[in-house]
DNA sequence: ATAGGGCAGT
């Protein structure tokens, strides 16, 4: 506002002092004093309606402490009223005065009052514009703030430090990173670059626009930051989803010496839910007992859910028996550990004593019954909650669709989706998207290409990814890589589409496909991790190309029993027998642990090339060096071994297992009897055949 | 004048 606008304010108000002086009778001593005892007990309304009926002038402080009353309590209605008065009495009112009227019609959120003063009043100042774009910006206009900044700026006026605070902080509403910049520029040139008010504005604004480099930047200009600045800091680098930044930021703000706010606590406490950070979550609870924040609510909410993350459900349930932070919040967030621990019955438990529940709570022990496959009482669950509470939310029914999905219970879905489409949920895409699956996985590929298509112009990767995946286990490979090209006019592939893909692929032996896909990642930048590199295996040695599987084995981390499974069953399925036998000795040299399905391989290669000594020799390992528990299966293997070969003694001995031999056992067995001649083994097989 | 938090699923 500079010099000028303030000696204007001083002018006005020497001008109109002598007539108010006149005006002024004793009966106004009085009125005063009564309407300032109505102020010091608080009642605003009563003196207000006295002033409005007391027919002169008061003295100009008393207008401005009414507006500012009437600011901090939102009262619309009296600041009218003081204005009316004021104008009707002062012949230009003071302009000073009016920008308090405009802050009052601000804070009450009447923008459109505040216009109309501030298009009407006859001297504008900078307080004028300040009170006016303020206004708008927290009215919930920021368009139109930072319409009037520019109006503002034309008009000759320059900004003061409040505009800019303003005017930043609608920048950071709109997104506007441009606009921020400009701004930014100018707070620079106009001298106000040490404020930390500003600097901390633009470093949320910055972040708030995704530039969390410049947002940084910013930061470290700032000598002192300040309490607001660092947890501006902190959440910002969380919302980008640099946790890691976001608790380096907190600790620092201890180093600083500055107290955080409670607000910050959260930020630092999700960032370390979300990477599990224990230790760091562990010291940050040492903080907040450091500066006695464990009694607020949100503080202690977050520090439950940062142990219940971390595993440490005993250390949750200490901080939650403290008496004086249970709130809705609390409790559902100790029930949710309980639930996602694994530790149903004592979720159970505590939700039933809980004294009030929200959707969520509900939605926690469902979610609980859902991730530990536990559908019956997850059936159970959602017969309850209908009888308790009239409501659903879209994670309802989200899981209520994973039950019926893992049950193949279409008639439980199909109700589901009849909620769905009577209360409006078909817009929720993770909803719909569960729909897709819960129809395809039960078989029905109609209805979910048809939920499919009702989603059209707004589906995304996981839609496709869902159909793909039915029709992909229901052996519809073609279908699968038709839609996979369908699929890229409309949205990005992740890795989940290409193990899909790969499996399809496989199934139909469609190896050129199969290559051109893997071709497509690499080129792509696609992270190859264990499922692909699985897939991918799978797809190469299924479809007789060895060579590549192996390389494939070659680039997966050493360790993992299943990817050299796949390779071993590709050489067996492509009469490699002695290759794969090679293969499962290199696992042992380079100390890759076998699995009982390693040994079913391994037993399938003998069979191929009649390796019935080398057979036994394994069955002997795996029993004796591995202590794999034999399986029906590994029998299976074994009696199809010695049968085909005639290894008749073995045969024998090998029946002595603890399992009832199957049909197919026997009359293998018996075949086998008739080619080798063994009436004695052959009469056995046919009592038990009887 | 700046910021403005915590519980359910994906």
């Known amino acids: 506002m500079g010099v000028s606008s303030g000696a204007s304010a001083i002018k006005n108000f020497l001008q109109i002092n002598p007539i108010a002086d006149k005006l002024k009778p004793t009966k106004a001593k009085s009125t005063i004093n009564t309407i300032l005892a109505h102020l010091e007990a608080g009642r605003l309304k009563k003196a207000v309606s006295?002033?409005?009926?007391?027919?002169?002038?008061?003295?100009?402080?008393?207008?401005?402490?009414?507006?500012?009353?009437?600011?901090?309590?939102?009262?619309?209605?009296?600041?009218?009223?003081?204005?009316?008065?004021?104008?009707?009495?002062?012949?230009?009112?003071?302009?000073?005065?009016?920008?308090?009227?405009?802050?009052?019609?601000?804070?009450?959120?009447?923008?459109q009052d505040a216009r109309e003063l501030f298009d009407?009043?006859?001297?504008?100042?900078?307080?004028?514009?300040?009170?006016?774009?303020?206004?708008?910006?927290?009215?919930?206009?920021?368009?139109?703030?930072?319409?009037?900044?520019?109006?503002?700026?034309?008009?000759?006026?320059?900004?003061?430090?409040?505009?800019?605070?303003?005017?930043?902080g609608s920048c950071g509403v709109l997104l506007e990173?441009?606009?921020?910049?400009?701004?930014?520029?100018?707070?620079?040139?106009?001298?106000?670059?040490?404020?930390?008010?500003?600097?901390?504005?633009?470093?949320?604004?910055?972040?708030?626009?995704?530039?969390?480099?410049?947002?940084?930047?910013?930061?470290?200009?700032i000598d002192r930051p300040n309490a607001v600045s660092w947890n501006v800091i902190v959440r910002r680098y969380l919302e980008v989803g640099d946790e890691r930044q976001s608790i380096l930021m907190f600790f620092q703000t201890i180093q600083t010496g500055v107290r955080p706010l409670t607000f910050t606590y959260s930020s630092a406490l999700v960032a370390c839910s979300t990477r599990q950070a224990f230790l760091e979550g562990i010291q940050i609870?040492?903080?907040?007992?450091?500066?006695?924040?464990?009694?607020?609510?949100?503080?202690?909410?977050?520090?439950?859910?940062?142990?219940?993350?971390?595993?440490?459900?005993?250390?949750?349930?200490?901080?939650?028996?403290?008496?004086?932070?249970?709130d809705l919040l609390s409790w559902t967030s100790m029930v949710s550990g309980y639930a996602m621990a694994g530790r149903l019955k004592e979720a159970q438990e505590l939700f039933d004593k809980m004294p009030e529940r929200s959707i969520i709570s509900w939605n926690a022990i469902l979610a609980g019954y859902v991730r530990f496959g536990q559908w019956e009482e997850a059936q159970s669950f959602i017969f309850k909650m209908r009888q308790n509470i009239n409501d659903a939310d879209g994670v309802t029914l989200n899981l209520v669709l994973n039950v019926s999905t893992a049950l193949s219970d279409i008639e439980c879905g199909s109700q589901a989706h009849a909620y769905i489409y009577r209360h409006g949920f078909e817009s929720v895409i993770y909803v719909n998207n569960a729909l897709?699956?819960?129809?395809?996985?039960?078989?029905?590929?109609?209805?979910?290409?048809?939920?499919?298509?009702?989603?059209?112009?707004?589906?995304?990767?996981?839609?496709?990814?869902?159909?793909?995946?039915?029709?992909?286990?229901?052996?519809?490979?073609?279908?699968?890589?038709?839609?996979?090209?369908?699929?890229?006019?409309?949205?990005?592939?992740?890795?989940?589409?290409?193990?899909?893909?790969?499996?399809?692929?496989?199934?139909?032996?469609?190896?050129?496909?199969?290559?051109?896909?893997?071709?497509?990642?690499?080129?792509?930048?696609?992270?190859?991790?264990?499922?692909?590199?699985?897939?991918?295996?799978?797809?190469?040695?299924?479809?007789?190309?060895?060579?590549?599987?192996?390389?494939?084995?070659?680039?997966?981390?050493?360790?993992?029993?299943?990817?050299?499974?796949?390779?071993?069953?590709?050489?067996?399925r492509h009469g490699k027998a002695r290759e794969a036998l090679d293969l499962f000795n290199?696992?042992?040299?380079?100390?890759?642990?076998?699995?009982?399905?390693?040994?079913?391989?391994?037993?399938?290669?003998?069979?191929?090339?009649?390796?019935?000594?080398?057979?036994?020799?394994?069955?002997?390992?795996?029993?004796?060096?591995y202590g794999i528990t034999v399986k029906l299966e590994h029998y299976e293997c074994m009696i199809n071994l010695y049968t085909r070969y005639g290894a008749m003694k073995e045969l024998v001995k090998l029946l002595k297992m603890p399992f009832k031999p199957t049909m197919s056992m026997l009359t293998r067995i018996f075949d086998a009897c008739k080619v080798y001649s063994n009436p004695r083994l052959a009469m056995w097989v046919a009592k038990k055949l009887n």
């Open 50 to 111: 006295l002033l409005f009926s007391s027919p002169f002038p008061f003295d100009l402080p008393l207008y401005g402490h009414l507006f500012q009353l009437c600011s901090a309590n939102r009262a619309i209605v009296e600041a009218r009223k003081v204005e009316s008065h004021l104008i009707s009495y002062y012949d230009p009112p003071p302009t000073f005065l009016l920008n308090r009227a405009i802050e009052a019609y601000g804070n009450c959120r009447c923008v």
């Open 120 to 168: 009407e009043m006859p001297h504008r100042d900078g307080g004028s514009w300040n009170a006016l774009i303020t206004a708008y910006a927290k009215g919930g206009f920021p368009r139109e703030a930072l319409g009037l900044f520019l109006d503002m700026n034309r008009s000759g006026v320059s900004p003061s430090e409040v505009t800019f605070a303003s005017v930043l």
């Open 177 to 221: 990173l441009g606009f921020a910049r400009v701004v930014h520029g100018f707070v620079v040139k106009l001298g106000y670059g040490g404020n930390v008010i500003l600097a901390s504005a633009l470093v949320d604004v910055y972040g708030k626009c995704d530039e969390i480099v410049d947002a940084r930047r910013m930061f470290d200009e």
């Open 285 to 326: 609870h040492g903080i907040v007992i450091k500066y006695r924040h464990e009694d607020d609510e949100k503080v202690a909410t977050s520090l439950i859910d940062m142990y219940v993350k971390c595993n440490d459900v005993v250390s949750a349930r200490k901080i939650f028996d403290q008496p004086s932070v249970k």
């Open 436 to 572: 897709i699956d819960m129809y395809g996985k039960c078989g029905a590929l109609g209805r979910a290409r048809i939920c499919f298509h009702n989603m059209s112009g707004q589906r995304d990767t996981i839609s496709w990814n869902s159909l793909m995946n039915s029709l992909a286990q229901q052996q519809m490979s073609m279908d699968v890589i038709t839609m996979f090209r369908e699929m890229q006019k409309e949205t990005t592939p992740n890795e989940y589409t290409f193990s899909t893909l790969l499996a399809a692929c496989a199934n139909i032996y469609a190896n050129n496909q199969g290559k051109q896909i893997h071709g497509f990642m690499i080129r792509n930048g696609y992270k190859i991790d264990d499922v692909i590199l699985s897939a991918l295996l799978v797809m190469y040695s299924k479809c007789g190309h060895l060579e590549y599987a192996l390389k494939v084995l070659k680039n997966a981390k050493p360790g993992d029993a299943t990817l050299w499974n796949s390779m071993i069953i590709g050489c067996c």
């Open 586 to 625: 290199l696992m042992k040299e380079i100390g890759v642990e076998p699995d009982n399905v390693t040994f079913q391989a391994v037993f399938n290669a003998c069979i191929c090339e009649g390796f019935v000594d080398e057979g036994k020799r394994y069955f002997d390992t795996m029993i004796n060096d």
